[in-house]
């Protein structure tokens, strides 16, 4: 069950891609600076997971006008996180997640998705400034999405 509302959402420090290369992308570094919705997905070139960062991507200008930052988060690794990205035209922050740390500290392992391994649920969270969870969905499938509508209704109360 994904962590609650109401509790300090874990920090953590994650590998992504740049144009500049390999990088820590931290939750930390977003605290006190914007609100952050973070969106657990199970795994890169699938198509529920594409067609969930491509829309993202595409709706990016509304979250930065809410203060928002979208953050994706996989068990992939930074490099097939990258690949699909440049693929896909995903512009969104995307963090490996290879060990399942932060997938396990709020709470959203997926036990053998497909038989082939455990990953990342899908799931989201938007963070507040001061680092509360403020919305936490975790989907009853990886081929349900989260409710958007909602997350976006929980930002706009925040504004």
Known sequence: M????????????LKTMTAEGLANLSLGDYTGNGHVVLLFFPAAFTSVCTAEMCDMSG???????????????????????????KKEGIT???????????????????????????????AAFVIDKTGTIVYSEQTPTPNDLPDFGKIEAV?????
């Open 92 to 122: 969104l922050p995307l963090a490996s997640d290879l060990n399942k740390i932060v997938t396990n500290a709020y709470d959203v392992l997926f036990p053998m998705l497909a038989g082939i391994g455990d990953t990342s649920a899908r």
């Open 2 to 13: 994904a962590l609650p509302t109401g509790t300090k959402a874990p920090d953590f420090t």
């Open 155 to 159: 930002l706009k109360t925040l504004a």
């Open 59 to 85: 709706g990016i200008e509304k979250f930065a006008a809410l203060d928002a930052t979208v953050i994706g988060i996989s068990v992939d690794t930074p490099f097939a996180q990258a690949a699909w990205a």
